[in-house]
């Protein structure tokens, strides 16, 4: 029997063998010539990736949080004001980081699973002048979608700063940073990026750093403050060597492979392709009569979460991960132990999806749930047989 399971949480993901094997290869020197080259690389292709041409790319060890507080810290100074576009958990930990740097931080909030109208956002953004406005594209732990592109247009108009995390959605969602007027993006290596986790991505576009240059009061967190890291990217895309920290060798080759391979498929294609694979997911889930946390309309592409049926809680994901499939359990403190969530980002393919609603109806009828079987399945083979 083969022993490795599939992994189809949101995040960490399933990864290519390439990417792994770079992970597996001997550790150079973080200046040896090889390296200075992969880094360099993984830098360049970073502004593809984001869409931002003239973005300033940073790559530092740690995850995601870590990503947030790259932005945060050097975009933040006391006393500066920031709205948090919330839909969920990590919104409530950017409003957290953003006040422990000093800013008031208001919240445009909408009901678990919902995000707030434009209307609201524009409301709140007419109430008082903004620095920041943050947006969590993909919020995971309700898999809501957030309309960047509309929220970052009125943000904009008002004159704040846009800050999208992204850990849940760079390079599987629709992101244009450029098109839509996005001053930073971030993420982390773990989820649409597809490299093991412990990579912080964060792209910076000009607007961005003509604001931290301006800062009248230093950074206030050492590790994280752009001045330490600007020359350090800088060195490298001049493919020079340089030291702050040691950089993470290993997952910075394995992110130039997966960059190089986001680049080989085209960000056009990478997105229709987690959008195929969201339909037929959600096509399946439906079919089994599920429902779903996000409400119809805001539904992420990277990720699905449902509720568990009548009479089903969470010991099913332990059925379903003896079926092969290890899935994750709901996060949002109000509903965690209603929902589950499921993970199809990065290098999934159909056959992913297929086995995962096989394991997911398994599971569902080894705990007495009935329903017609393979209706999942056929639901989703449907969306792929679709021209
Ligand atoms: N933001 C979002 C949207 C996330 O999904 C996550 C991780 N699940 C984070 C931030 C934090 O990332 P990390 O766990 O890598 O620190």
């Known amino acids: 029997m083969k022993g490795r399971k599939l992994l189809m949480i949101p995040g960490p993901?399933?990864?290519?063998?390439?990417?792994?094997?770079?992970?597996?290869?001997?550790?150079?020197?973080?200046?040896?010539?090889?390296?200075?080259?992969?880094?360099?690389?993984?830098?360049?292709?970073?502004?593809?990736?984001?869409?931002?041409?003239?973005?300033?790319?940073?790559?530092?060890?740690?995850?995601?949080?870590?990503a947030m507080d790259l932005a945060g810290a050097n975009l933040t100074e006391p006393?500066?004001?920031?709205?948090?576009?919330?839909?969920?958990?990590?919104?409530?930990?950017?409003?957290?980081?953003?006040?422990?740097?000093?800013?008031?931080?208001?919240?445009?909030?909408?009901?678990?699973?919902?995000?707030?109208?434009?209307?609201?956002?524009?409301?709140?953004?007419?109430?008082?002048?903004?620095?920041?406005?943050?947006?969590?594209?993909?919020?995971?732990?309700?898999?809501?979608?957030?309309?960047?592109?509309?929220?970052a247009r009125l943000a904009r108009e008002a004159g704040a700063l846009v800050i999208v995390d992204g850990v849940c959605s760079v390079a599987g969602e629709e992101l244009r940073m450029d098109d839509w007027g996005i001053d930073v993006a971030l993420t982390a290596s773990q989820k649409a990026i597809a490299v093991p986790p412990g990579l912080a991505l964060v792209m910076a576009g000009p607007r961005a750093m003509e604001a931290w240059r301006r800062r009248k009061t230093p950074v206030l967190n050492y590790y994280a403050d752009w001045s330490n890291w600007l020359p350090i990217m800088e060195a490298y895309e001049a493919r020079k060597p340089a030291y702050f920290g040691t950089p993470a060798v290993n997952l910075v080759a394995a992110l130039n492979v997966s960059l190089g391979q986001i680049l080989a498929e085209g960000m056009e294609e990478r997105f229709a392709r987690h959008r195929k694979l969201s339909a037929a997911c959600k096509a399946g889930i439906e079919a089994l009569g599920l429902q779903q946390l996000p409400v119809a309309g805001k539904?992420?592409?990277?990720?699905?979460?449902?509720?568990?049926?009548?009479?089903?809680?969470?010991?099913?994901?332990?059925?379903?991960?003896?079926?092969?499939?290890?899935?994750?359990?709901?996060?949002?403190?109000?509903?965690?132990?209603?929902?589950?969530?499921?993970?199809?980002?990065?290098?999934?393919?159909?056959?992913?999806?297929?086995?995962?609603?096989?394991?997911?109806?398994?599971?569902?009828?080894a705990v007495g749930y009935r329903f017609e079987p393979g209706a999942g399945v056929a639901a989703a083979q449907r969306v792929f047989l679709e021209a």
């Not at 996060?331 to 965690?336: G, I």
């Open 79 to 151: 006393g500066d004001a920031a709205l948090v576009v919330n839909t969920g958990y990590f919104g409530d930990r950017f409003g957290a980081l953003l006040e422990r740097y000093g800013a008031h931080v208001d919240h445009v909030r909408a009901e678990v699973g919902d995000a707030p109208a434009l209307e609201e956002v524009e409301r709140a953004l007419r109430a008082r002048p903004y620095k920041l406005v943050t947006i969590t594209q993909v919020d995971t732990s309700t898999g809501v979608l957030a309309d960047v592109a509309g929220i």
């Open 299 to 365: 539904r992420a592409n990277t990720m699905t979460a449902p509720y568990y049926p009548e009479g089903v809680d969470a010991s099913v994901l332990g059925k379903i991960g003896e079926f092969g499939v290890i899935l994750a359990g709901g996060l949002h403190p109000a509903c965690r132990a209603k929902y589950f969530r499921i993970g199809h980002m990065g290098p999934n393919h159909a056959g992913d999806i297929v086995a995962t609603l096989a394991a997911i109806e398994r599971g569902l009828a």
């Open 13 to 66: 993901v399933e990864f290519d063998p390439a990417v792994m094997r770079a992970m597996g290869s001997p550790t150079t020197s973080h200046i040896a010539p090889n390296f200075i080259e992969e880094f360099g690389q993984a830098l360049e292709r970073m502004r593809t990736v984001f869409l931002c041409a003239k973005g300033q790319p940073f790559v530092v060890a740690g995850s995601g949080t870590l």
